[in-house]
């Protein structure tokens, strides 16, 4: 069992940034690749980005590559997720989770956290 706690969200003007964190606790943190997905109202939960067990490969979605950047930090047993350029669209509830097979899919996943609200206003 892996217990995930995302925090770091918040309201943020257009053209902001905020830094999303998701502290696991539980089995190795080291064995599970990591993602950020989000929600907004209304819509399906869509993929965000996704990084390896090692930290070395990283994986964005279209719409927010070049402004978002997820690390981890094994020894903190942190994944986070440093958004720039915030834009209204970016809206949403974000979540991270955890699984053992790097994908765009939720399902692949197995270990997900409550969830963090990002509000970007324009």
């Known amino acids: 069992q892996v217990q995930l706690v995302e925090s770091g969200g918040g309201l943020v003007q257009a053209g902001g940034s905020l830094r999303l964190s998701c502290a696991a606790s539980g089995r190795t943190f080291s064995v599970y690749v990591m993602g950020w997905f989000r929600q907004a109202p209304g819509k399906e939960r869509e993929f965000v980005a996704a990084?390896?067990?090692?930290?070395?490969?990283?994986y964005y979605a279209d719409s927010v590559k070049g402004r978002f950047t997820i690390s981890r930090d094994n020894a903190e047993n942190t994944v986070y997720l440093q958004m720039y350029s915030l834009k209204p669209e970016d809206t949403a509830v974000y979540y991270c989770?955890?699984?053992?097979?790097?994908?765009?899919?939720?399902?692949?996943?197995?270990?997900w956290g409550q969830g963090t609200q990002v509000t970007v206003s324009s």
């Open positions: 990084i390896s067990r090692s930290g070395g490969d990283t």
């Open positions: 989770a955890a699984g053992l097979q790097i994908a765009g899919t939720s399902g692949a996943y197995d270990y």
